[in-house]
């Protein structure tokens, strides 16, 4: 953990996922204060028409980015991340914002298991303070 799973209609180039990937890790490690090496990052193309939401009465394509974070960030802080994991998203897979959600599931240390960086997440590092 982190691990963000961004749901799109269609296909995108490798290349743009892999830049994708890159930038939302760097902008999440930085505004989250977490090392860069806990964020996985999933781009799952599901093909055209499979993520739909309702808008004005009729369903639209969307995409829908799930971030699995940890427990105890303030509120505040939790949409700062949004709003830019989505500029990140609008920047380089060019999706359009009124048709992209984020959604935020919140989780313990304990609930975040990674065995090459020394087991459970730790709650807070040293650096950092819940915000």
Do not use: F
Not at 76 to 98: M, N, S
Request: charged share 30%; with cysteine; aromatic share 4%.
């Amino acid at each position: 953990m982190p691990y963000l799973q961004l749901d799109v209609n269609g296909h995108h180039p490798v290349a743009d996922k892999k830049r994708l990937a890159r930038q939302l890790s760097e902008t999440y490690a930085r505004m989250m204060s977490v090392d860069i090496r806990r964020i996985s990052i999933a781009i799952r193309e599901v093909g055209e028409g499979g993520v739909w939401r309702m808008v004005d009465g009729e369903p639209v394509e969307v995409s829908v980015l799930m971030c699995d974070i940890r427990r105890g960030r303030s509120a505040e802080l939790r949409l700062d991340v949004a709003k830019a994991l989505c500029r990140d998203c609008i920047d380089i897979l060019g999706l359009r914002e009124d048709r992209l959600n984020v959604e935020l599931t919140q989780h313990s240390g304990d609930a975040m298991y990674h065995p090459t960086l020394g087991g459970y997440s730790p709650e807070w590092s040293e650096d950092e303070s819940p915000q």
